[in-house]
T-cell receptor, first 108, second 115 residues
Framework: QQPVQSPQAVILREGEDAVINCSSS?????VHWYRQKHGEAPVFLMI?????EQKGHEKISASFNEKKQQSSLYLTASQLSYSGTYFC?????????FGAGTRLTVKP | GAVVSQHPSRVICKSGTSVKIECRSL??????MFWYRQFPKQSLMLMAT?????????EQGVEKDKFLINHASLTLSTLTVTSAHPEDSSFYIC???????????FGPGTRLTVT
């Protein structure tokens, strides 16, 4: 029931791109993305609702394919501040579940 | 496997009663635990940050006398909803963080329904 995130960890150089994937075995009506830095609460990035939408926020965007029950988070031209653990949360009719997280490290 | 558990997963209670929700880290010591509530199709709302052995830090607008948080050990934090009302019905989620940046997980959540 917990969504599966991949990769588990990724190391980038500043300016490189990354994609984080999130998949579920259940029919979803929304997907959430959060970034958490150690010692801090997760920061909400975006929510994607059923309907196959794509959203963007500066150089971070995401897509939601409801047919495949998959979402991807795209980080372009990564910055040092992007480092952290990224979680996807998936909502279905009954529950919300979070993935195990993807640890992203951006190096100079 | 799951490394953060919550109990109960679902609870129905009558208005005016209190409900305790437990959040446990199963294979690491959680120095910090966060408590959230979530309404359908909305993002998580941080309620409070709990550090082991000290008082929880509540977010603005969250009543600390209504939502009692106790982080008595490095593996357990509890959230007690006191004198629950129907508007407290929600999905409550905890996340636990260890000393390492690699120890950071969400619990499976607790669905509270107050009738």
């Amino acid at each position: 029931q917990q969504p599966v995130q991949s990769p588990q960890a990724v190391i980038l150089r500043e300016g490189e791109d990354a994609v984080i994937n999130c998949s579920s075995s259940k029919a979803l009506y929304s997907v959430h993305w959060y970034r958490q830095k150690h010692g801090e609460a997760p920061v909400f990035l975006m929510i994607l609702l059923k309907g196959g939408e794509q959203k963007g926020h500066e150089k971070i965007s995401a897509s939601f394919n409801e047919k495949k029950q998959q979402s991807s988070l795209y980080l372009t031209a990564s910055q040092l501040s992007y480092s952290g653990t990224y979680f996807c949360g998936t909502e279905d009719d009954n529950d919300m579940r979070f993935g195990a997280g993807t640890r992203l490290t951006v190096k100079p | 496997g799951a490394v953060v558990s919550q109990h109960p997963s679902r609870v129905i209670c009558k208005s005016g009663t209190s409900v305790k929700i437990e959040c446990r880290s199963l294979d690491f010591q959680a120095t910090t635990m966060f408590w959230y509530r979530q309404f359908p199709k909305q993002s998580l709302m941080l309620m409070a940050t709990s550090n082991e052995g000290s008082k929880a830090t509540y977010e603005q607008g969250v009543e600390k006398d209504k939502f009692l948080i106790n982080h008595a050990s490095l593996t357990l934090s509890t959230l007690t909803v006191t004198s629950a009302h129907p508007e407290d019905s929600s999905f409550y989620i905890c996340s636990a963080e260890g000393a390492s940046t690699y120890e950071q997980y969400f619990g499976p959540g607790t669905r509270l329904t107050v009738t």
